[in-house]
């Protein structure tokens, strides 16, 4: 690391012993600032479970203070508009706070240096932290904790950190779950959470033999950074570890989130926001940064690499797992690829508003969303609402990188890949980090960092349009 950057990271060091309150000696040790591998704790398990207890309310009080400044969390749901499986209410309006004395019409027409200089970029824009950015690792919301407790006696919940957003802000659970193959059935979950104990008499007779056996290895627990045997864990007992199903509940998302294995240094490591795999039969890259280019690549590259940590030294000594490719992992790619959109009947076959159903306000933000709000030269509607490539943004032009937040230092996001906007409504909160927390907030994210100078009107049909799809 360069001298200057590695000065920059240093004070890191020490600052969750000091929200903590506890002696140092006692705390658990946070990896050092400028570490390619995850070093070993060098206290027995019990201090630092003891320590990280310990330490636990302090920094979800840090984290709470963080988002109730950046954003309101307060439970407002658009009347009538629910998710796909009607479990949940859409969230309505702008969450993100502005500076004091902005309005998002005077913001919209200042440049980005004058937003730079000026720092009146919101900072619900900017990277969202890691709960515990210094130990980063994968948190699930409390109802799916539960959900497996119960199902299989399997432990998701951390002894360190809990999940940090408020329910009503994340997907319905469980998600409903549509099939490629019998688009006639509708909803195939029955409105359960596929597990181990339950999904062969969900899907018996609905699936293939392969598709079965996919789904099986899918829902089977393999060790995980923060969930397995060792010594490094945070979970109480030795846990059998995670499954590909914990994060994508349903084959969709349940807002769970870790942090991105293609960074170093740990504190620059952005925090990514479990992804649908609703559609993933016309994905063609996989992963915010990889780009890796089949789903059969991306189990495998997670597998091997104690999952999201993209550290094989460290995950070789839980147990690793080696799927076999041909027997395996292709059996896992059968069945994840008749994973299907939830239906969108006001859309016809190119992906556009059929006039006939769709109302007014719809079919304006559906001329904004292909014309002046420019969404579709990347959300091609005619090939689900992708463009299978990488983007960057440089939102680095509107505020100074380098300024910690809960301990994330951040660096430019760089290029990030364009994900599909059919079944938006299901799938808060927004962009890979998850610091956008409603439709609304994206809107207005882009009309600024792409200088569009949208309306209010304008902006409220582009929502308007974007719960059609």
Request: proline share 9%; net charge neutral.
């Amino acid at each position: 690391m360069m001298p200057a950057l590695a000065r920059l990271f240093t004070p890191l060091i020490s600052l969750s012993c000091l929200v903590a309150a506890v002696p140092c000696s006692l705390a658990a040790d946070p990896p050092p600032p400028d570490t390619t591998y995850r070093p070993l704790p060098t206290l027995p398990f019990s201090a630092v479970k003891s320590a990280d207890e310990a330490q636990k309310p302090a920094v979800m009080q840090r984290q709470a203070a963080l988002l109730n400044q950046r954003y309101d969390l307060a439970n407002r749901p658009m009347a009538g508009v629910m998710m796909s499986g009607g479990r949940r209410a859409v969230q309505d309006g702008v969450r993100v706070r502005l500076s004091p004395g902005q309005s998002w019409e005077g913001l919209g027409r200042l440049t980005p240096a004058e937003v730079r200089e000026r720092n009146l970029l919101p900072d619900g824009f900017k990277p969202l932290p890691h709960v515990k950015q210094a130990t980063g690792g994968q948190v699930f919301p409390t109802r799916q904790i539960d959900e497996i407790a119960r199902l299989e006696q399997r432990d998701l919940r951390r002894f360190d950190v809990d999940f940090d957003l408020p329910d009503h802000l994340t997907p319905e659970f469980p998600s409903p779950i549509f099939l490629t193959t019998h688009p006639e059935l509708g909803d195939v979950s029955r409105g359960q959470v596929l597990a181990l104990t339950n999904y062969y008499d969900i899907l018996l007779g609905i699936v293939t033999p392969v598709q079965m056996e996919g789904m099986r290895l899918l829902l089977t627990p393999f060790p995980q950074e923060e969930f397995n045997q060792t010594e490094d864990r945070k979970v109480a007992a030795p846990s059998r570890g995670v499954t590909c199903m914990d994060c994508h509940v349903n084959f969709n998302t349940n807002a769970a989130f870790h942090l991105t294995p293609d960074l170093r240094p740990q504190a620059a490591r952005f925090r990514l926001d479990s992804t649908s795999l609703r559609g993933l039969f016309n994905q063609q890259i996989h992963g915010s940064k990889r780009s890796l280019r089949s789903v059969e690549d991306f189990t495998e590259f997670e597998q091997r690499t104690a999952y999201f940590n993209g550290d094989h030294v460290s995950a070789a000594r839980k147990g690793v797992n080696l799927p076999d490719r041909a027997s395996q992992v292709a059996m896992m790619a059968q069945m994840q690829n008749i994973i299907d959109f939830p239906p969108a009947p006001k859309l016809d076959a190119a992906g556009r508003l059929d006039p006939a159903h769709a109302t007014q306000k719809e079919l304006a933000g559906e001329k904004l969303f292909t014309g002046k709000a420019r969404c579709a030269e990347c959300h091609v509607p005619a090939t689900a609402f992708m463009d299978q490539q990488m983007h960057d943004l440089k939102l680095e032009r509107f505020y100074r990188t380098g300024v910690a937040a809960n301990d994330l230092v951040p660096v430019p996001d760089g290029p990030i890949k364009t994900f599909t906007l059919r079944g938006i409504k299901d799938t808060p909160p927004y962009l890979h980090d998850g610091r956008l927390l409603t439709l609304a907030d994206t809107v207005e994210f882009f009309n600024l960092v792409l200088g569009l100078k949208l309306s209010q009107p304008e902006k409220e049909a582009l929502v308007s349009y974007m719960l059609t799809l």
